[in-house]
C-alpha cells in the first residue's frame, strides 16, 4: 500500500509541475537551490571559529577567491543574451 501512496503522489507532482509556467518552475527552483546555497555558505561560516579549527590567510583567502570566481561565472549566465553565448558558427 506504501508504494501505491508513494506513485500517488509522484503522479499528482508530476501532473502539478506540467501546468506550471516556466517563469513558475524558474521561481520554485531558483528558490529552493538558492536557499541551499545560502545554507551552505553558513555553515561553512562555522569553520571560522578559530576555537574548534585552525586555517591560514593562504587558506581563507583561497576559498573566497574560489566563491567569489563561481559566482561571478553564474551572474554572467544570467546576464549574457543568448547570441553572446551562441556567437561562433560555421
Do not use: P, W
Not at 528558490?31 to 586555517?55: D, F, M, P, Q, W
Not at 543574451?81 to 560555421?90: A, M
Request: with cysteine; net charge positive.
Amino acid at each position: 500500500m506504501t508504494d501505491n501512496k508513494k506513485t500517488t503522489k509522484e503522479i499528482v507532482k508530476n501532473v502539478s509541475k506540467k501546468q506550471e509556467s516556466k517563469a513558475e518552475i524558474f521561481i520554485r527552483l531558483a528558490t529552493i537551490r538558492t536557499h541551499k546555497v545560502l545554507k551552505a555558505l553558513r555553515i561553512l561560516g562555522n569553520c571560522s571559529n578559530r576555537n574548534n579549527y585552525e586555517y591560514t590567510n593562504e587558506q581563507t583567502t583561497k576559498i573566497f577567491e574560489s566563491i567569489h570566481n563561481t559566482l561571478e561565472m553564474i551572474q554572467a549566465k544570467f546576464t549574457q543574451s543568448k547570441q553572446e553565448v551562441e556567437s561562433f558558427k560555421l
